[in-house]
């Protein structure tokens, strides 16, 4: 079955809000075996909803389109699609219950625009809100199929899941779909193509594989749709993981949905070790990233953001001499912001970065990009250098990623 998205909103088009229902919708449909073939974002008029329909329903036999099903003078869905599908618009006595309830509950008292919301196409299946006051729609016409959900995510999201997924598995017979996708570093996507290119050549026929790259990250997807037995499926897959592992297993360090910082939360909790940072051009990034798992505060114990040289000196024992000699970035410098810092808080490990994000201070010697990262233990000090490049945000982005994969390896290494 294929799909078409349509998001309906004058605030997607100008780019005030991000489309994130069609990104949900397509996850989500796409595991269900429904191929979403096009995404379209139409304005908040009679004639762009119109046509967007009329020629959406050439492409797809499902069409689910989100917005414009709110109170305001704006939304104008509901209306259309009354036209659109030769439609009475009709009080619905138990949606008016629903929504003054909802309203009583917030202590608001029901007006006439709240029970405007309640008058609905009276040739429609109704998919209910329990989340809020817009409904959802379903319309079937010429073997294709509509489907129309409120514009706010957490309410989309509460149709879909208690409404729209299971009558989509009931009614159609859909193909098995799978995704293994296996996370990467340190291997350029050309490499890495290079390194594949026989494993991919061999790949079974269900089965394909893509490249999703970003910067620090590399995942390779490995898709597989059959109409059989969704077992067998799962069982030729996860074959060919093994056949992939086997050639790139060191630079494989998650899967799916797994995060670096979580990964290295996890082994901390699990060994009882601690961590702390100390970072220069990141600028309190890869704290940021830490800190984003929730329960890190049983193995994350602070750190310092020394940007100047003063900080570097007066905070993590760094020589002024060394400074002069080697300059803020180097190896000697971030080896020595790594054991200040781990030093200061008394843990177990510390990351430690030191290098020149950009777009100025770059020199023949030491170019935008080069980054210095040091991660020492209770046992040793390790360090690295990179060049990631030109761009400020990408440095960062980069010099992050890098230094929670040299710390995670050295964790291994250490406990």
Not at 387 to 414: P, Q, T, V, Y
């Amino acid at each position: 079955m294929n799909a078409e998205i349509i998001t309906i909103g004058d605030e997607i088009l100008i780019g005030q809000v991000v489309d994130t229902n069609s990104a949900f919708l397509a996850s989500e449909l796409n595991k269900l075996g429904i191929s979403v073939i096009q995404i379209t974002s139409v304005p908040d008029t009679r004639e762009g909803i119109l046509k967007s329909l009329d020629q959406a329903k050439n492409r797809a036999s499902l069409i689910i389109a989100t917005g414009g099903l709110g109170p305001t003078s704006d939304d104008i869905t509901k209306f259309t699609l009354a036209e659109y599908f030769n439609s009475r618009l009709v009080e619905n006595q138990s949606v008016v219950e629903h929504i003054g309830s909802l309203l009583s509950a917030r202590g608001v008292v029901m007006n006439e625009r709240n029970r405007k919301q309640a008058e609905l196409p009276d040739n429609c299946e109704l998919l209910n809100n329990s989340a809020g006051s817009a409904q959802g729609m379903w319309f079937s016409r010429d073997e294709v199929n509509y489907v129309f959900l409120p514009g706010v995510p957490f309410e989309m999201k509460a149709i879909y899941h208690e409404e729209l997924a299971h009558r989509l598995q009931e009614r159609f017979k859909l193909p098995a779909i799978r995704h293994i996708t296996l996370l990467t570093h340190g291997v350029p996507e050309s490499v890495m193509a290079n390194m594949l290119q026989e494993w991919e050549a061999t790949l079974p026929a269900p089965l394909k594989l893509a490249y999703l790259p970003s910067p620090g990250i590399l995942r390779l997807r490995i898709t597989g749709k059959s109409a059989g037995s969704g077992e067998e499926l799962t069982n030729l897959m996860a074959a060919e993981k093994s056949r992939l592992e086997e050639i790139i297993g060191p630079h494989i360090f998650g899967y799916n949905s797994d995060s670096l910082e979580e990964i290295i939360g996890s082994i901390l909790k699990e060994n009882k070790s601690t961590l702390s940072v100390a970072e220069s051009c990141t600028g309190g990034a890869i704290s940021k990233m830490i800190t984003s798992v929730p329960g890190s505060s049983a193995y994350y114990k602070g750190g310092i953001i020394a940007y100047s040289n003063e900080i570097k000196t007066s905070e993590l024992n760094v020589s002024p001499f060394t400074l002069m000699v080697n300059g803020a970035v180097s190896q000697a410098v971030a080896e020595q912001m790594a054991d200040g810092v781990r030093t200061r808080f008394n843990t177990d490990f510390s990351i430690a970065v030191s290098g020149i994000a950009g777009p100025d201070g770059g020199t023949p010697e030491k170019p935008v990009g080069t980054t210095w990262i040091a991660v020492a233990s209770r046992k040793r000090i390790v360090s690295s250098v990179h060049n990631f490049g030109e761009d400020r945000g990408r440095n960062i982005r980069k010099a992050s990623i890098a230094g929670l994969f040299m710390l995670k390896n050295e964790i291994r290494e250490c406990v």
